[in-house]
């Protein structure tokens, strides 16, 4: 039995995989970039568009989970901002989930089934890289995986196709407090247009 995607987003959206766990392509864009690692860790996850991905909100997949790390971390950090929870299934394992590139993080100590751990965000080393012109290029979710301490392809444990349901997200909807100046821009650039926020995140996602 697969825990659903710990994803929460609206009905009919689907969650799509951006990047395959150890894609040998992100290794050799890590190689280019300078980034210290030989491998991809875990699994890339978008809801959409970009602007459709930020403030989706990641969620405890388990029925009961303790924080195990968490660290907010700059913008120009490899990792971004990024948690990890623990648990210990029926088997007697220890599942330890992570998620980087956070928007914003819980502070709570626990969580049960259905509990917002964090925000998808484009914080760290993402491509495209965010801009004035478009602060949510970049959004996404890397989704790590260990079981008994070792790493491990999430789509062994999680089923992509059943995130959980529910949640207005987007970033004219669902910005965490966090990130309210990127909410201020998009207020202001609307308004010189004269346009509405949604009108121009429209216009700011046609390819």
């Given amino acids: ?46 809801c959409g568009s970009d602007w459709e991905t930020y403030g989706t909100p990641f969620v405890c997949p388990f029925s009961s989970a303790t924080l195990h790390a968490r660290e907010i971390e700059s913008a120009t950090g490899p990792k971004g901002s990024r948690v990890q929870i623990r648990h210990v299934d029926w088997k007697g394992r220890e599942l330890i989930l992570g998620g980087l590139h956070l928007s914003e993080i819980s502070e709570n100590a626990g969580f ?34 260990l079981v008994d301490g070792k790493l491990t392809d999430p789509t062994l444990f999680f089923d992509v196709r059943n995130p959980y349901r529910g949640a207005d997200t987007g970033i004219a909807k669902d910005l965490p407090a966090a990130d309210w100046a990127v909410k201020e821009l998009l207020r202001i650039v609307s308004g010189i247009m004269g346009v509405s926020v949604d009108d121009l995140l429209a216009k700011l996602n046609k390819p």
């Fill in 1 to 46: 039995m697969l825990y659903n995607i710990p994803l929460r987003v609206p009905a009919g959206r689907v969650v799509s995989i951006t990047q395959e766990f150890k894609d040998a392509a992100r290794v050799a864009w890590y190689k280019e970039n300078g980034v210290t690692t030989n491998e991809h860790t875990g699994l890339d996850l978008a």
């Fill in 112 to 145: 049960v089934e259905g509990d917002v751990i964090g925000y998808i965000g484009n914080s760290g080393s993402v491509t495209p890289k965010p801009s004035i012109i478009r602060p949510a290029a970049g959004a996404h979710l890397h989704l790590t995986l």
